[in-house]
């Protein structure tokens, strides 16, 4: 026996908390490094780990994202709620060594937290931490080296052909080339048949283009139902799976030379002891599993391809000038012409493999090389009377729009989830996760006096909100008849392009007008000469927003794009308290003393954000 192979068994669980992918991105890095440090490595998601199994491991190193008021994301917070158990005693994660990461918006007043208090609460349960900065472990024993990167590592998993002679799997398309409902576009009527875990088979009710044909943006209200009865709150989000187009993963299998086994059976072979860590959840329970719908059903051609995207396929060429290249983009030197190749011009694994056509992967090595298609995330717009169809099934309404654009290399980027949504017919089936969101209002919140700013489809969880609030006023008129309601005063800020254009939901306004106190205020930047924002219009109500929020103690809930808008509206906010009106003492407040009352405000839950 080697030197190198001589000494304690070592290991490394990386758990990642992730709403975007983020964070599961570097967690998954960091698990090449483990491995490469001879670490035997498990990456998985927060949620998939008990806090009692971390003692089976050398090291556990945490990369979290920061998701709602500082919350930690959907699939850590099982982890989490079995962190906070109060019979837990101070010594429950002793002999644990552990070394944290956090992944955040600068743009959320609480950037960070999660990561923060996760870190908090390790600690208070006696848990070591080796790293402050949230590095890994380089005290590797003497004796041990890393692998260098010009060794490949082995996979964890690999595909083969199931039981060696099965025939092809002819399956009958189920695509229509006719629109659905007068709507132009919806040629798939898909079924959805993947075992993905904790989501609900939903049914697509509505799928309706709500912006003209003239606008630049296409944006979507789509509806879907459930048939079991279920709760969710204004803030809640549906979580959606796409799939991969056939256009794409048929470019894919001529690219590979994979044409021949494409849709023959295969099934998933672990490689040494990784048996017991399945590489995507419920795989193994997928029917008549091909090649073709592990790229469509779970694969992502599309995505940006990571730093060890580009190590992994550099060994799986013989020319060397290809190779080099490959292997430039994983020199940390140039960090900055990876973002150039990918990140800057959004260049997805699809196109990398095209560019570089001389690279040819095993397809047994695919579950290795092609990251999963992660879920994305959608805001609920329907509440109150809206969440429930006539027939009595659960209903979600989503205002999604589709991302198209063109980026400085003057290609057409598509968003893999919307344009999947963007052609599905109604009737068309899909697997969908509800998640809880951060709003968290309380029944005084909903029914006392209230700010909503949300620009474009920000609106989204807005509309729940208004909806949720006019179903409590009829529910207290129902049980008290003839009394006044205790319902505060709404004002609704909202923000697009064009009123012609994309006032979402405008038919809807003065509706909630006759159930609730509602006042609207708008601002469409391109319908005058100079462009007037949602912080322009706040600022021209300096008075109207310092009485409902100051002197009616009122909450505001800012939705949308996580760009310039959040920071606008903040700053708007503290001019409006200090230039609305004055407390009690009749002196207006200082510029820090309007900063402190709104970060008072953050800290008892009356300024909430949820951008994205």
Known sequence: MSAQSSGPARSALILYGSETGNAQEVAEELGVLTERMRFATHVAELNQSEPNALSSYTLTIFVVSTTGQGDLPANARKFWKALLLKKLPPTYLAGINFA?????DSSYPKFNWAVRKLHKRLIQLGGNEIYPTGEADQQHPEGKHPIPDDVQLPPKWVLGIKGGNESPIKLESIASTAPSNGQPGLTNLDRDIRPLPDTFLGTLTDNRRITPMSHWQ?????????DESVSYVPGDMIAITPKTSPTDVQILLDLMDWNDVADSPISLYP???????????????YPNLTLRSLLTDYLDLKAIPR????ATISHYTTDELHKERLL???NPEYLDELWDYTSRPRRSILEVLHEFDTVKIPWQHALSVFPVIRA??????????KKKTADGKTQFELLIAIVKYQTVIKRIREGVCTKYLSTLEVGSTLRIQLQRGGLNSSIQQLTGPTVLIGPGTGIAPLRSMLWEKAALVQAYREQNPGADVPVGKTVLLYGGRNRSADFFFEEEWDQLNTLIPLQVLTAFSRDQKSKLYVQDVLRQNFALFFQTLHDLQGSVYICGSSGRMPQAVREALIEAFQYGGAPLTGKPYTRTQAEEYLIGMEKVGRYKQETW
């Open 376 to 385: 994305r995330q959608f805001s609920i717009a329907s509440g109150g009377s």
């Open 100 to 104: 944290a990461f956090g992944l955040g």
């Open 218 to 226: 296409d944006v979507r209200r789509i509806s879907f139902t459930i």
């Open 328 to 330: 430039e983009f994983t």
């Open 271 to 285: 490689v040494g002891n990784n048996a017991s860590l399945p590489p995507i959840p419920c795989l193994d329970s």
């Open 307 to 310: 730093r060890s995207f580009f």
